[in-house]
């Protein structure tokens, strides 16, 4: 079992462009033996700058498409193609797939195929000194509290829960434990997943319920609980996060 991102993103290569995780992809938001996506896109970008990348250019994009869900009883296999290579680009295309379950054909005989899980599109550009008015980032939609005032548990948490809420928080811990096991995340408790646990309590009042439905918010500080050395690791470990409540996004 892996005890960090890097652990769980780690690879080997196994042939010129393979690359096979170490470790088996974990689960998180789900009861079945199918893998937490997060785990699939950081092996898959590990994968890409393993493939020969210049030490001078960095990951700027990624495009990818999950093409089926990933088990948790095999490891990922990652082929790499080398789309192109200059002086201001590397591009990386990568193909995550993974053995399938044996199968018995017609005369008996055990017999496995690789099935298909991921297809990535990585992009590295050289790095360059940044250009005056060239720097952007959008300003979130409403104002929300910086780490040091939110609690690492949800505020929700916090408060007088019944017998049954309390079931429910603890059966939704343990689903997403994984995701425990290597982040500190602290939600805003401004934002609505803070204050019914990310729609797990779902008959709890917030305090956005009176505005639209797309104009309601949530927001959260995460950061590694464990150091990232480079930027493979630094990289991957942003993929892992990138996966997390997209399902659960309504």
């Not at 055990?110 to 360059?128: G, K, N, S, V, Y």
Request: with cysteine; charged share 20%.
């Amino acid at each position: 079992m892996a005890s960090t991102t890097t652990e769980q993103t780690a690879i080997e290569e196994i042939g010129p462009g393979q690359f096979r995780s170490i470790f088996n992809p974990g689960r998180m938001g789900n009861a079945k033996p199918i893998a937490y996506g997060g785990c699939t896109l950081g092996v898959a970008v590990r994968a890409a700058y393993s493939a020969a990348v210049p030490s001078t250019h960095h990951l700027y994009s990624l495009v990818g498409h999950y093409l089926g869900p990933a088990s948790t009883t095999e490891k990922l296999v990652c082929t790499v193609h080398d789309t192109r290579t200059t002086k201001s680009f590397a591009t990386r295309r990568v193909v995550v797939q993974q053995v399938q379950p044996t199968t018995t054909n017609t005369g008996g005989e055990q017999q496995t195929h690789m099935r298909m899980c991921m297809e990535l599109i990585a992009d590295f550009h050289a790095e360059e000194p940044a250009a005056p008015g060239m720097t952007y980032s959008a300003a979130p939609s409403r104002a929300y509290a910086g780490p040091g005032d939110q609690s690492e548990v949800p505020a929700v948490l916090t408060t007088v829960l019944s017998a049954a809420e309390e079931a429910t928080v603890q059966r939704s811990r343990d689903v997403f434990s994984l995701n425990e096991r290597f982040l500190e995340t602290r939600p805003c408790r401004e934002g609505v997943a803070a204050q019914n646990l990310n729609g797990v309590l779902k008959s709890r009042p917030t305090t956005q319920d009176a505005l639209p439905l797309a104009d309601r918010t949530s927001a959260e500080w995460v950061r590694n609980k464990h150091p990232l050395s480079t930027p493979a690791d630094q990289a991957a470990a942003l993929a892992f996060c990138l996966d997390g409540g997209l399902s659960f996004c309504r």
